[in-house]
C-alpha cells in the first residue's frame, strides 16, 4: 500500500542496529521501545530478557551510567537518578515505613537534612541526628528500630572524615545498615563499600561530571538478597536493588539520557581531573595556612585537622579536593576577597574543572542560627574553596592577588 506523503511525515522510522558498533556511546533520547510482541513484553518485565520499554523505568544511557558505577564501587546493583537528592529520596522511600528509625550525621548537606524532617513531619520515618565522629552518641541514638545510619564521608564545609570501617560495624551489631554520601571524597578518593558501607550515593552533578552542566545522582550496594513481599494482592520477589528502581520509576526520579552521556563523559577524566585538584588542594592549604590574612585553614591533608590520621589511612594519604578558610575580617573581607578574585567565581557548588569559591554562610548554611553555625566552624570570613584543574602557578598569582585585596 502507498503511503501518502502526511502519513510518512509521522511514521517512526526503522532504527537499524549497524554492522560496525559506535565507538562513542550514542545518546538515546526515545521515550518508549518497541516489543515484537507481548512474549517479549513479558520477558522484559520478568527480567528473564533484557530490553527496555519506557524511558521512566530504565533507559540505555542510564545503564550504561549504572555499569560504570557498579564496577567503580566494586557494587552488587546501581541506579542512576534525577540528581543527588533523587538518590537519598529514592533510599528512603524503597527502604522507610512508618515506625522505622534512622540515625544521621548532624553535618549532612541541607537538603538532605531537609529531606529526613519532610519525611518525619509526613510520618514515614523518624531520625536522630548525631556527632558522627562520636561513636558514643551514634551508639546512644540507635534504637529497635533503627534501620539505616547515614553519614558523608567528609563534610561540608568543616571536612571532617567519619570512619566508615568503625561505623559500619557499629550499625551492623544493631541490626542496622550504613548508607554513606560519598560527593565530597569521590569514588577517586574513596570506595565505602569495600570499608563495609552497604550503600553508597553520590551527587554526580559536582566532581562525576566535573564540568558543571549536569544534575544527576546515583546511589549503589551491595546487597542483592531477594525476599518475597506482599504488595497488594501479589507476593513479588524484591531486593533492595528492585525496591529502590521501583522508587525511582513511581516517584519520577529517573534520570534524563543526555545528562547521563555527559556524565559518563566526564567519568572518563575524573581520575585524572581528581588527582589534579587534589593535588592544587593541598597547595593551596599549605600556602593559605601561612598567610597573615588567614586565621584557619581546615583541610583534612594537613597534620592540624582533628581527623588526619583517619584523612590518611581512609583516603590512601589524600586529602581530598576542598579547602576551607577563614579572612580576618569576616564578611568585609571576603567581599574584598570575591571581588578581586573574578577568577575564581562564587558559585555554590563545587567539583568543576575550574576553581570555585562558596560562602556558607550566606549560601549552603543560611538556614542554620549563629550558634549552630559557629558550632560548625563557619564565621562570616569562613570560604569554602573548591579546587579545579589548572596550574598551581596560576592558582597561587590569583589567590595571593586577592588576599592582598584584603584590607588589613
Ligand atoms: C550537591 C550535594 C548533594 C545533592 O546533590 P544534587 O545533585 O544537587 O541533588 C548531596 N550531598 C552533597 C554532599 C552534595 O554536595
Redesign the pocket.
Known amino acids: 500500500m502507498r503511503r501518502r506523503p502526511e502519513d510518512e511525515c509521522v511514521r517512526g522510522v526503522e532504527v537499524s542496529a549497524s554492522v560496525t558498533q559506535p565507538h562513542a556511546a550514542p545518546i538515546f533520547l526515545s521515550s518508549v521501545y518497541r516489543c515484537v510482541d507481548t512474549q517479549q513484553a513479558d520477558a522484559i518485565a520478568e527480567q528473564r530478557a533484557e530490553g527496555f520499554v519506557y524511558r521512566r523505568d530504565a533507559h540505555p544511557n542510564a545503564t550504561m551510567l549504572a555499569h560504570k558505577c557498579s564496577s567503580i564501587h566494586g557494587a552488587a546493583w546501581a541506579h542512576v537518578t534525577?540528581?543527588?537528592?533523587?538518590?537519598?529520596a529514592a533510599l528512603l522511600l524503597a527502604e522507610m515505613k512508618a515506625g522505622e528509625h534512622l540515625v544521621a550525621s548532624r553535618q549532612?548537606?541541607g537538603?538532605?537534612l531537609q529531606l529526613l524532617e519532610t519525611e518525619r513531619v509526613r510520618g514515614t520515618c523518624d531520625y536522630s541526628l548525631v556527632d558522627i565522629s562520636n561513636e558514643d552518641d551514634v551508639g546512644a541514638a540507635m534504637r529497635e528500630n533503627t534501620r539505616w545510619v547515614l553519614a558523608?564521608t567528609?563534610?561540608?564545609p568543616s571536612l571532617r572524615v567519619c570512619d566508615i570501617r568503625e561505623l559500619a560495624d557499629l550499625a551492623h551489631r544493631h541490626q542496622a545498615r550504613l548508607a554513606i554520601?560519598n560527593?565530597?571524597a569521590s569514588p577517586m578518593l574513596c570506595r565505602p563499600l569495600e570499608l563495609g558501607a552497604d550503600v553508597v550515593?553520590?551527587?554526580?552533578?559536582?566532581i562525576i561530571n566535573g564540568h558543571g552542566d549536569v544534575?544527576?545522582?546515583w546511589l549503589c550496594g551491595t546487597d542483592e538478597t531477594t525476599h518475597r513481599q506482599q504488595l497488594g494482592h501479589r507476593a513479588e520477589l524484591t531486593s533492595l536493588s528492585s525496591n529502590v528502581a521501583a522508587a525511582i520509576s513511581t516517584y519520577g526520579l529517573a534520570s534524563s539520557p543526555f545528562d547521563c552521556w555527559l556524565a559518563l563523559r566526564g567519568l572518563a577524566t575524573l581520575p585524572l581531573r581528581c588527582e589534579r585538584a587534589v593535588d592544587n588542594a593541598r597547595r593551596a592549604a599549605e600556602m593559605l595556612q601561612g598567610h597573615a590574612q588567614v586565621l584557619t585553614v581546615l583541610y583534612p591533608g594537613l597534620a592540624n585537622h582533628v581527623d588526619h590520621p583517619l584523612a590518611q589511612r581512609q583516603f590512601g594519604g589524600r586529602g581530598g579536593y576542598v579547602v576551607t578558610f577563614t579572612l580576618q575580617g569576616g564578611r568585609a573581607a571576603v567581599d574584598q576577597f570575591m571581588r578581586a578574585a573574578e577568577k575564581l567565581p562564587f558559585c555554590p557548588?563545587?567539583?568543576d574543572v575550574n576553581s570555585t569559591v562558596s560562602h556558607p554562610m550566606s549560601t549552603?548554611h543560611r538556614q542554620l542560627n549563629a550558634a549552630a553555625q559557629q558550632s560548625l566552624g563557619i564565621d562570616g570570613g569562613t570560604i569554602r574553596l573548591s579546587l579545579g584543574t589548572e596550574s598551581w602557578d596560576w592558582l597561587e598569582e590569583v589567590l595571593r592577588a586577592a588576599l592582598e585585596n584584603v584590607s588589613r
Request: aromatic residues 10%; proline residues 0%; charged residues 15%.
Open positions: 534525577s540528581s543527588g537528592m533523587g538518590a537519598l549532612m548537606y537538603r538532605s558523608e567528609i563534610s561540608n554520601d560527593t565530597f550515593w553520590e551527587s554526580a552533578s559536582k544534575i544527576l545522582g557548588s563545587l567539583g549552603s
